[in-house]
Nanobody
Framework: QVQLAESGGGLVQAGGSLRLSCAAS????????MGWYRQAPGKQRELVAL???????NYADSVKGRFTISLDNAKNTVSLQMDSLKPEDTAVYYC??????????????WGQGTQVTVSS
C-alpha cells in the first residue's frame, strides 16, 4: 500500500503563484511516474503535468510556460510550481502516482485532492 500526502493549494489572485507538493510513502515501492491532475466543477479530470522517474515531463498545453513539475526521487516527492495563475486554473488538484510494488506489480494511486482557487 502506498499513501500520498498532498500539501499546498489555497486562494490566490490572478497572476500569483502557488506550490503543490505530494509525498509518497509506503513499504518497498518504486516510482514509474508521478503527476498532477485537476478537476473543475462540471468538468472531467484532466492531466496537468506528469514526470517519470527518469525525468521525462509532459505538460497540458494550457499550463506550458507557467507551471513547472519536479520530482525528488530520494524523497518520493513531486512538486508543482504554478506561476502566472489564471482564474481558469481554479480546480481541485489531485496527485497521482504510478508505482511498482514487489509481489503486486504495477499500481496506481490518487491523493485526496487539494483546492486551488484563483480570483480575478
Amino acid at each position: 500500500q502506498v499513501q500520498l500526502a498532498e500539501s499546498g493549494g489555497g486562494l490566490v489572485q490572478a497572476g500569483g503563484s502557488l506550490r503543490l507538493s505530494c509525498a509518497a510513502s509506503g513499504r518497498s515501492f518504486s516510482i514509474n511516474t508521478m503527476g498532477w491532475y485537476r478537476q473543475a466543477p462540471g468538468k472531467q479530470r484532466e492531466l496537468v503535468a506528469l514526470i517519470s522517474s527518469r525525468g521525462t515531463i509532459n505538460y497540458a498545453d494550457s499550463v506550458k510556460g507557467r507551471f513547472t513539475i519536479s520530482l525528488d526521487n530520494a524523497k518520493n516527492t513531486v512538486s508543482l510550481q504554478m506561476d502566472s495563475l489564471k482564474p481558469e486554473d481554479t480546480a481541485v488538484y489531485y496527485c497521482n502516482a504510478d508505482v511498482f510494488v514487489p509481489a503486486i506489480g504495477r499500481w496506481n494511486y490518487w491523493g485526496q485532492g487539494t483546492q486551488v482557487t484563483v480570483s480575478s
